[in-house]
């Protein structure tokens, strides 16, 4: 990991950025005496959050969250949401306070760029949904994203300071997956579960003798959505990986080509650039043949789904930090792209290879509009998934079952020759099907198991369902790294959002210790940074006693009334004579 660059550290920065907010305030006698003249407001919150047979540990936080709001004098409620709605809210409408989530997980600082750069504050998806606008916190996203070693470790713990100061959204926890198998399977290639779809692939490998495998799925959304851009449907199942796939396939941390046959760098351009051969003979599922032209189409059509038909480009909802990227494609033969990347770094570069490539003579259809700024291709819930990926999509009865069956013409499967790397994901076989059985209870998945109905869950089950499931006969519970963390995400577009102090002050009331411990039954690993699973944590920002914002204001998750209010206070926040603490919008 890259040693961080000397110079304050974390407190010094944050002490700094305080004193400068304090001294903007000087010489503002005027504005502020007209400020005064304007009646204060009490605060009244919304936390938005999936039920609890969802997800138990979200609603639990989000419970926890209310009454600490309330002891701080803050009307709050608690408004459940189904995960596709709380997801079509939050990232598509942005029509909310607070919101307690699952995020996919960040794995390389610059997909903290599509997170929170302004440019993106407009779009759908996990696309600045916070309506952050920040020129400090900006540049320092562009900045990294043409470094390398020290120096980008240095400017992305400026970037970290920042974000702690500012707290456009607060990281509560990363938890375990926690999944099931059958106990009659082989899985030495993947004990963690199915954590990506080369897992299925790993496992596929290690159970020749398995034909069909049944997979237990918490939720019906595939069932009745495979579009791969649907952020609402798919921001965290991993099944769509299965049909549809990159050039380039990030594996346990390490770049593997994957529909490329060669991927070589281009020293003497004048930018960064990449040229990717294609492997031969790829076929689309419906015996299409797959070249440059669907590659080169995938990019432009990620950043714009209209493809140039409006006046204003309408992005993807999803890929966006990897797409965003590319500054140029070509194709110079009918199996070569030739892609650009303007002053990015390598590393930031090759993250834009992973995206999935989607089949021109199908998507080109799905170019209009449906309404204002939105595509058909972001609607349309493509039923016929037609990708390349190494299992096609069979039928499906929606909100009860999916199948796949495989893709005899993948390359893994067609009889060429591939190096050893390969081995892993097709040496000794693959299930001809896949079979998602659909359900809404954790339990269920662990029953299933037991009663031999199905082989392993691909999501995962409750936390305080984990010791349950370790005792059951025949069950092997599975415990794996998703990268996932729960969020506290703010709408800083709302009043009092848009105060970072407001934030910073919210975002203490939440015990993350405490929720590892009782909520998530140590399933999990506090942390109040969206940068642990990468190589640039430095580590003052490691977890420690009272995390980088500040000791919990209370115990066992409940605060103490004059504590948290004190918290507020001392931001700057006043209350009413009733208690209330109250704002000037």
């Known amino acids: 990991m890259p040693s961080p660059r000397s110079g304050p550290n974390r407190r010094e920065m944050l002490a700094a950025l305080g004193a400068t907010a304090l001294g903007s305030t000087a010489g503002c006698t005027n504005a502020l005496s007209r ?98 606008n920040e020129p400090a916190v900006d540049d320092l996203l562009e900045t ?41 399977l082989n899985l030495e290639r993947t004990p963690g579960g199915l954590i990506g779809a080369h897992d299925y692939l790993r496992l596929g490998a290690a159970n020749p003798d398995v034909d069909r495998l049944r997979v237990g799925h918490l939720g019906g959304s595939i069932t009745r959505n495979r579009n791969p851009l649907a952020v609402a449907h798919h921001s965290r199942t991993d099944m769509l990986g299965l049909l549809y796939e990159p050039l380039v396939k990030r594996v346990d941390g390490e770049y593997l080509p994957w529909l490329a046959a060669s991927v070589d760098w281009v020293d003497d351009a004048e930018e960064m650039t990449v ?35 409006e006046s204003t480009p309408i992005p993807a909802p999803r890929f966006r930090s990897e797409s965003s990227a590319v500054t140029s494609t070509s194709t110079p033969s009918n199996y070569d792209i030739e892609l650009s990347f303007g002053d990015a770094t390598r590393d930031v570069a090759i993250r834009s290879l992973t995206v999935p490539l989607l089949p ?157 411990d009782e909520i998530m039954y140590g399933h999990a690993d506090p942390s109040d940074t969206p940068l642990l699973r990468t190589d640039y944590l430095a580590d003052e920002f490691a977890w420690g006693e009272g995390g980088n914002l500040g000791p919990f204001p209370g115990e066992n998750g409940e605060v103490d009334q004059k504590r948290a209010r004190d918290v507020f206070r001392d931001a700057g926040f006043r209350y009413s004579d009733g208690g209330n603490l109250v704002t000037r919008n």
């Not at 990232?91 to 600082?109: C, K, T, Y």
């Not at 797959?290 to 995938?298: G, S, V």
Request: one cysteine or more.
């Open 360 to 516: 021109r003579h199908i998507w080109i259809e799905r170019t209009g509009l449906v309404r204002e700024y939105m595509t058909r291709a972001l609607v349309w819930d493509n039923e016929s998934a037609i990708g390349c990926g190494p299992y096609r999509f069979e039928n499906a009865n929606v909100g009860n079952r999916l199948l796949l069956s495989r893709n005899g013409d993948h390359f893994l499967f067609d009889g060429r020759d591939l190096d050893e790397r390969y081995d892993q994901f097709a040496g000794d076989g693959a299930f001809e099907e896949i079979l998602f059985d659909i359900t809404e209870q954790s339990l269920l998945l662990i029953s299933g198991v037991g009663d031999d109905s199905i082989d392993i869950s691909s999501s995962p089950i409750q936390p305080e369902h984990a010791a349950g499931a370790e005792s059951a006969d025949g069950v092997e519970l599975l415990s794996g790294d998703k990268g996932e963390f729960y969020m506290l995400g703010f709408n800083t577009r709302r009043h009092p959002m848009g105060n970072y102090q407001f934030r910073s002050a919210v975002a203490r009331l939440i015990d993350r210790q405490y929720s590892v």
């Open 144 to 184: 990294q994203k043409t470094q390398t070693g020290d120096e980008r470790m240095g400017t992305v713990t400026d970037l970290q300071t920042q974000l702690l100061e500012r707290q456009p959204f607060t990281v509560l926890a990363y938890p375990d997956q926690l999944s099931v198998a059958s106990t009659d």
């Open 35 to 132: 400020f005064a003249w304007s009646s204060p407001d009490s605060v009244s919150l919304t936390i938005a959050t999936v039920p609890a047979n969802v997800d138990t540990a979200a609603t639990q936080m989000a419970r926890q969250l209310e009454t600490n709001l309330e002891a701080a004098g803050i009307d709050a409620s608690y408004e459940p949401q189904s995960e596709g709605s709380l997801l079509r809210t939050v990232l598509m409408e942005q029509d909310f306070d607070l919101f307690i989530a699952r995020h996919p997980g960040v794995s390389d600082p610059d997909e903290l760029r599509g997170l929170l750069h302004t440019t993106f504050s407009e779009e759908a998806g996990w696309q600045n949904p916070f309506g952050f």
């Open 275 to 309: 040229r990717v051969s294609l492997r031969d003979d790829l076929r689309w599922h419906d015996g299409e043949r797959l070249d440059a032209t669907d590659a080169e189409f995938t990019y432009q059509f990620l950043q714009d789904t209209a493809m140039g038909n």
